[in-house]
């Protein structure tokens, strides 16, 4: 079973860049995608980027394209996401997925319902 281990949050001013990483430790299970969200206070959870694990390909919420990357790291199970030109309104808690089912194929990336493993989140605060 998968667990995601978020990391990499804490607080950031207007136009900085931070970067979160996410560990997928434990056994028995295959990677088909991993994503971002996040969570505001009182807004639903909001798909941030994913990509699909054997190919490389990439989506990006229409709120970050161009402001933020997404890669990897094979041999450590490792996402990472590169976050910069930060805005206040990126201020969230920011989750790590894992889906290791494949329900859904390569696309449809963003969809919350494909993901089976969740990180505990960790909080990224941007100052004005």
């Known amino acids: 079973q998968a667990r995601p281990v978020e990391s990499g949050g804490g607080l950031v001013q207007a136009g900085g860049s931070l970067r979160l990483s996410c560990a997928a430790s434990?056994?028995?299970?295959?990677?088909?995608?991993m994503g971002w969200f996040r969570q505001a206070p009182g807004k639903e959870r909001e798909f941030v980027a994913a990509m699909w694990w054997s190919g490389g390909s990439t989506v990006y919420g229409d709120s970050v394209k161009g402001r933020f990357t997404i890669s990897k790291d094979n041999a450590k199970n490792t996402m990472n996401l590169q976050m910069n030109s930060l805005k206040p309104e990126d201020t969230a808690v920011y989750y790590c997925?894992?889906?290791?089912?494949?329900?859904?194929?390569?696309?449809?990336?963003?969809?919350?319902?494909?993901?089976?493993?969740w990180g505990q989140g960790t909080q990224v605060t941007v100052s004005s």
């Open positions: 434990g056994r028995g299970f295959t990677t088909y995608a």
């Open positions: 997925a894992v889906d290791t089912n494949n329900w859904y194929g390569r696309q449809n990336l963003p969809t919350r319902t494909r993901y089976d493993a």
